[in-house]
């Protein structure tokens, strides 16, 4: 069939009201089955919403790491800070992660409230 043949209105592919039509009734298994294709909460929802929370502290994480973000971070508190090397001691360490944990639980509870 050419090209102009198919232009014209000739097909090769069948018309959908001449296809037959099937009316019994779908088994439990094949029903079990379309329910398994077709439902959202599959086996790999729960590892794809955990890995999105988990790329999410990541993203989080490397923008709380970042010499502009840890410089306003000191610029706002007088604790944390080495004097001599001018960097995060250890309570400048748990002053970044309760920072992160209260962002990180701020952005996973207003992700479920847009659900």
């Not at 955990?50 to 706002?76: H, Y």
């Amino acid at each position: 069939m050419s090209y102009s043949q198919q232009s014209l209105g000739q097909s090769h592919y069948d018309d959908i009201r001449s296809l037959p039509i099937d009316n019994t009734q779908a088994s439990p298994t094949e029903v079990q089955l379309l329910n398994n294709i077709f439902n959202e909460k599959t086996v790999t929802s729960p590892f794809m919403s955990d890995l999105k929370w988990t790329l999410m502290g990541g993203v989080l994480f490397i923008i709380l790491s970042l010499p502009i973000v840890i410089n306003k971070i000191q610029s706002f508190t007088s604790k944390g800070k080495d004097k001599k090397k001018g960097k995060f001691d250890i309570s400048g360490i748990m002053i970044r992660a309760v920072i992160f944990m209260a962002l990180f639980y701020f952005i996973k509870n207003i992700w479920r409230v847009k659900k």
